[in-house]
């Protein structure tokens, strides 16, 4: 069987030999939340951050993520301003420090900022000759492990994100994630889009399996019962854990969302708003989704999708919103400080 103790949280897999003790620690099983920007990051390094920080750590959240941005180019080029060599911004050095302060352990996941190119989305990247995908990945790998660098105190690191047409280049990434272990003892995971996990070919190099856990829950769009939404994650976890068990790994979402929609059970990747019974169908998905993942020995836990520091008006999938406030504190108020 599987330790129970979630892969990705520990300091080192050696200690995670089947049956072997493990020490207890509260950030061995997740309860994340995502905090997003509403420009190209600078609000991480903001009074406003470290308010969301105290916000999400009164709910119970024991874990935060961030998502820093580089753009990518229609020739395969990687880049991104916000970095200057041996100078680790304000934006990636003051929450970590910040949440440390408040025993927050952060996560740090890399976004390749598709608008402006002819990708329509992160898992439509690809390249049709050597030299683009060559130039990609070379670009690529300078910028993140510039990240990585100077993010050193960072407790865990995506290696990518939905990143579909990529992963068939195998060589690119083991040598990739070989690099960032060579500048981290962080854990380590890739983000898998939710139709892609079983196509990640280097799970063994990495210690937990990642999931961007959008599944469609039901096939109908009316309010759906939690009996229904039950009987949906079950049939999800059911593949996972037969796929989990294969690879030795458990199972981290990555990202697990839904918009205050009547389509969010159907389609939960869905940014259309509003809806019949929208407000209660999303309480309704988060509620048994952490009800579900909370009783599940495959799936160490999620980062929820999404909080903002400061103002967040337009903005879709608001963890914020009064209703799903009240829903996260239920299900991890007793882990909240006294």
Not at 223 to 251: I, M, N, T
């Amino acid at each position: 069987m599987l330790s129970r103790a979630c892969l990705l949280l520990t300091l080192a897999a050696a200690a995670l030999a089947v049956g072997q003790e493990v020490p207890p620690d509260d950030h061995r099983e997740v309860r994340g939340v995502t905090i997003s920007c509403q420009t190209w990051g600078w609000e991480w390094g903001s009074d406003a951050m470290v308010e969301a920080l105290r916000e999400v750590r009164a709910l119970g959240a024991n874990w935060v993520l961030i998502h820093p941005y580089a753009r990518i180019q229609n020739d395969g080029t990687v880049s991104s301003r916000r970095l200057k060599p041996n100078q680790a911004p304000k934006w990636l050095t003051r929450p970590l420090a910040e949440a440390h302060a408040l025993g927050l352990k952060v996560a740090l996941k890399p976004h390749l900022a598709y608008w402006g190119s002819r990708f329509s989305w992160r898992g439509e990247i690809g390249f049709e000759d050597d030299a683009a995908w060559g130039r990609f990945f070379r670009s690529y790998r300078a910028w993140f492990l510039s990240l990585v660098e100077q993010a050193g105190g960072v407790d865990a690191i995506v290696v990518g994100t939905e990143l579909d047409r990529t992963l068939g280049h195998e060589a690119e990434w083991r040598g990739l994630i070989k690099d960032v272990r060579s500048r981290s003892k962080a854990p380590l995971t890739y983000a898998a889009n939710w139709t892609h996990y079983t196509k990640v070919p280097f799970w063994d190099a990495l210690d937990v399996i990642g999931v961007q856990a959008y599944f469609p829950l039901v096939a109908h769009q009316r309010l759906p019962s939690e009996r229904e939404l039950e009987q949906g994650w079950g049939k999800v976890l059911a593949d996972l854990e037969r796929y989990a068990r294969k690879q030795r790994r458990r199972v981290l979402f990555t990202e697990l969302g839904y918009n205050d929609s009547a389509k969010a059970a159907r389609e939960p990747w869905a940014y259309q708003r509003g809806g019949p019974q929208a407000d209660e169908t999303q309480r309704r998905c988060y509620r048994v989704a952490l009800d579900v993942l909370g009783k599940s020995d495959t799936v160490c836990g999620a980062f929820l999708w999404k909080w903002f520091p400061g103002d967040a008006r337009g903005e879709d999938f608001l963890l914020s919103r009064p209703g799903v406030r009240k829903v996260l504190h239920e299900a991890w108020g007793k882990h909240a400080p006294k």
